[in-house]
């Protein structure tokens, strides 16, 4: 069976053994004569399904007691109005960090429902660094401060969160979340697409602590209130039950491979080796300032931006797919979520190096 690296910044890879699981299941799912996708979301096994789900969730991110875990649709993006609808309602104030193109969406969507102030941006530096935020600079009376923890496509993340009092701390943690150990109780809110580090395209997770619940404006759809969703169990409508049985499926990989701080291991590693080399080879360049490089999506660049064709077409070539960089930042970018493994950061820097030789 032929399968790739893939770099992919998402939809991205999904570990093997999960896919394996799920096609040995696929038409038969724990002896009921059907598959996870033609089952009642009501019924036993896919309550059984939802529930483990959730308690590994749990699990692996130390989730309090105090908050609600959701599971629901319509991704991050529809997180970037959900969040005004339910929390931009007390002040009607918010202050947002702006480090990228998914922070300037969810900037764009809020100022729809209040007032928005950014407190702090790097775009006069193209995204290349996190900008320091400390307390002061919190405006007191805001409903809550939103960041985002990991920017996918500019290559930065917070290295640390940013303590922001009894304002609560909302996080878009679309491409990080499972990536490393996190204290959950600094965060009001989080929310994160699957399609990064949790399982298929359809989900979007949000961790929610209790007392954000229920403060949704009159008018806000049933759909879009969160308390709809924590009331019900995530079962007020139809889920999606084939992403979320994945993605208990991952869950359980993850915690096999020694939980979050197994894996928080491994994508140090993985990220370690490929920054070392791209800083040593003196012929590709990360234009990410170092204290605010992500473990999970890294750009490159080439100086002769003519190779950037050649490098990603002779790498797919060698099973290295979806190397091209985002078209705001050129060159290239290696999206190395959970699922990538080792040998396949490895691999890349083998042909990192080969192509070095034959183009410096
Ligand atoms: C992918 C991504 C999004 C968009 O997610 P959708 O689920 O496609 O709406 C938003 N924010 C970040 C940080 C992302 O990486």
Redesign the pocket.
């Known amino acids: 069976m032929k399968r790739v690296y893939n770099f992919s910044?998402?939809p991205s890879m999904l570990p093997l053994p999960v896919l394996e699981k799920a096609q040995q299941e696929l038409p038969n799912y724990n002896d009921s004569g059907m598959s996870v996708m033609e089952m009642s979301h009501r019924s036993g096994l896919f309550t059984d399904i939802i529930t483990q789900a959730e308690q590994l969730l749990r699990d692996l991110m130390n989730i309090p007691d105090n908050y609600k875990v959701i599971f629901m649709q319509g991704?991050?993006?529809?997180q970037f109005a959900m969040v005004p609808m339910n929390l931009l309602t007390k002040s009607g104030k918010a202050d947002f960090v702006n480090t990228g193109s998914?922070s300037k969406k969810a900037i764009k969507e809020a100022e729809k429902f209040g007032q928005v102030r950014v407190i702090a941006s790097s775009e006069d530096e193209n995204f290349t660094y996190i900008p320091k935020i400390d307390r002061s600079m919190i405006d007191p009376e805001a409903d809550y401060v939103h960041i985002?923890t990991?920017?996918?496509i500019e290559g930065t993340t917070f290295r640390d969160i940013p303590d922001t009092g009894d304002v609560p701390l909302v996080v878009?943690m679309?491409?990080n979340i499972l990536s490393e150990q996190m204290d959950i109780s600094k965060f009001g809110l989080i929310y994160a697409?699957a399609?990064?580090n949790i399982g298929p395209?359809g989900l979007?997770v949000v961790i929610i602590r209790e007392d954000l619940i229920g403060q949704a404006t009159e008018t806000c759809p049933t759909m879009l209130d969160y308390k709809t969703h924590s009331e019900s169990g995530s079962l007020h409508n139809t889920p999606p039950t084939f992403s979320i049985y994945m993605a208990k499926l991952v869950f359980e990989w993850l915690k096999e491979l020694g939980g979050l701080k197994g894996m928080e291991e491994i994508n140090q590693e993985k990220a370690r080796i490929l920054y070392e080399y791209i800083d040593e080879s003196d012929f590709y360049l990360s234009p990410v300032k170092e204290d605010s490089r992500s473990i999970m999506n890294i750009p490159f660049v080439i100086p002769d931006r003519d190779l950037d064709g050649l490098f990603v077409r002779q790498a797919q070539a060698r099973g290295l797919e979806t190397l091209k960089g985002h078209r705001s930042v050129g060159g290239m970018r290696a999206s190395i979520y959970n699922a990538m493994p080792l040998e396949g950061v490895q691999e890349l820097i083998n042909f990192m190096k080969e192509f070095r030789s034959e183009h410096k």
């Open positions: 910044a998402g991704g991050a993006s529809q998914w985002t990991n920017n996918t878009d679309s491409s697409g399609q990064k395209a979007t």
